[in-house]
Nanobody, 122 residues
């Protein structure tokens, strides 16, 4: 069954950067759009950004504009979420998911991975 794995999270200070990685064992990610989501304690899981199969990036959070970017390397079967100028409100568990597109209602494929924790201190 398709399941993605996230990595690269950690504890950073406000203003620092992190790059999260997303990969899948046994499945190629190239045919899928890949969405990045985050879930803070006590809150719903929200889609942050998404990259289409052609590399078009869509951001879904106003706070992401200018600070986040998504890229993919199909030769390595990897998708990345680059986060700059991190703020405490970015603290959350981050997930990636394979999707049929980057629309809000696009179908998600497979199961959720374990996520990777990002914690931003003051």
């Amino acid at each position: 069954q398709l399941q993605l794995a996230e990595s690269g999270g950690g504890l950073v200070q406000s203003g620092e950067s992190l790059t999260l990685s997303c990969d899948s064992s046994g499945f190629t990610l190239a045919p899928f759009s890949i969405g990045w989501f985050r879930q803070a304690p006590g809150r719903e899981r929200d889609m942050v950004s998404c990259i289409s199969t052609t590399g078009l990036v869509t951001h879904f959070l106003d706070s992401a504009q200018g600070r986040l970017n998504v890229s993919r390397d199909n030769t390595k079967n990897m998708v990345y979420l680059l986060m700059n100028n991190l703020r405490p409100r970015d603290t959350a568990l981050y997930y990636c998911a394979a999707r049929g597109g980057c629309g809000k209602n696009s179908q998600r494929f497979g199961t959720w991975g374990p996520g990777t924790q990002v914690t931003v201190s003051l």
